[in-house]
Antibody, heavy 120, light 107 residues
Framework: QVQLQQSGPGLVKPSQTLSLTCAISGDSISRNDTAWSWFRQSPSRGLEWLGWTYSGSTYYNDYVVSVKSRMTIKPDTSKKQFSLQLNSVTPEDTAIYYC??????????WGQGTLVTVSS | EIVLTQSPATLSVSPGERATLSCRASQSVSRNLAWYQHRPGQAPRLVIYDASTRATGIPARFSGSGSGTEFTLTISSLQSEDLAVYYCQQSNAWPWAFGQGTKVEIK
């Protein structure tokens, strides 16, 4: 059974870095038919895909244009997890953040969600 | 870039009645379309993939249909636990996209 377990702080100060981790059990982060993704959900934006990392000859990333300059998604194969870092956060980045697995064109497995509030 | 437009924005349905949700794509996505249920306080849940295949554990009252640019998610007999926002998502062309969601309310 695939499970994704998220961890990370729920409160981040403006201009600082938001960091979250998603631990994978029941699957391999190294499969080349799978992308490990981050989403966020807020009342103003709905459900928004942020980016993902996936394995090929190396690890690759894609990001949504709106956060591309501020975001890094990294795999950690030794710990079977992947992480999200979002720099220079503002209150607009307040949202529930989810990790998810993409395979076969859809997202069948999701983390439990982390409410991140950007406030001083 | 493909845009998915869902309608209506909000749907109020009595328990036991049928709920019909629509998703329209700005260009053909073949049958590469999925539906997700997002209940308050929970993670999104895959309901339908490949336009009409129910995901594991999804009750038979959920069905999907359509191809090309017009898709429908039908809940044949609405239950109270079906209260949620439903999103469609296409994977036919990059970038993958989600619709803006339809909120299903219990009347």
């Amino acid at each position: 059974q695939v499970q994704l377990q998220q961890s990370g702080p729920g409160l981040v100060k403006p201009s600082q870095t938001l960091s979250l981790t998603c631990a994978i059990s029941g699957d391999s982060i190294s499969r080349n038919d799978t992308a490990w993704s981050w989403f966020r959900q807020s009342p103003s934006r709905g459900l928004e895909w942020l980016g993902w990392t996936y394995s090929g000859s190396t690890y690759y990333n894609d990001y949504v244009v709106s956060v591309k300059s501020r975001m890094t998604i990294k795999p950690d194969t030794s710990k079977k997890q992947f992480s999200l870092q979002l720099n220079s956060v503002t209150p607009e980045d307040t949202a529930i953040y989810y990790c998810a697995r993409a395979r076969g064109g859809n997202f069948a497995y999701w983390g439990q969600g982390t409410l991140v509030t950007v406030s001083s | 870039e493909i845009v998915l437009t869902q309608s209506p924005a909000t749907l109020s349905v009595s328990p036991g009645e049928r709920a019909t949700l629509s998703c329209r794509a700005s260009q053909s996505v073949s049958r590469n379309l999925a539906w997700y249920q997002h209940r308050p306080g929970q993670a999104p849940r895959l309901v339908i993939y490949d336009a009409s295949t129910r995901a594991t554990g999804i009750p038979a009252r959920f069905s999907g249909s359509g191809s090309g640019t017009e898709f429908t998610l039908t809940i044949s007999s609405l239950q109270s636990e079906d209260l949620a926002v439903y999103y469609c998502q296409q994977s036919n062309a990059w970038p993958w996209a989600f619709g803006q969601g339809t909120k299903v309310e219990i009347k």
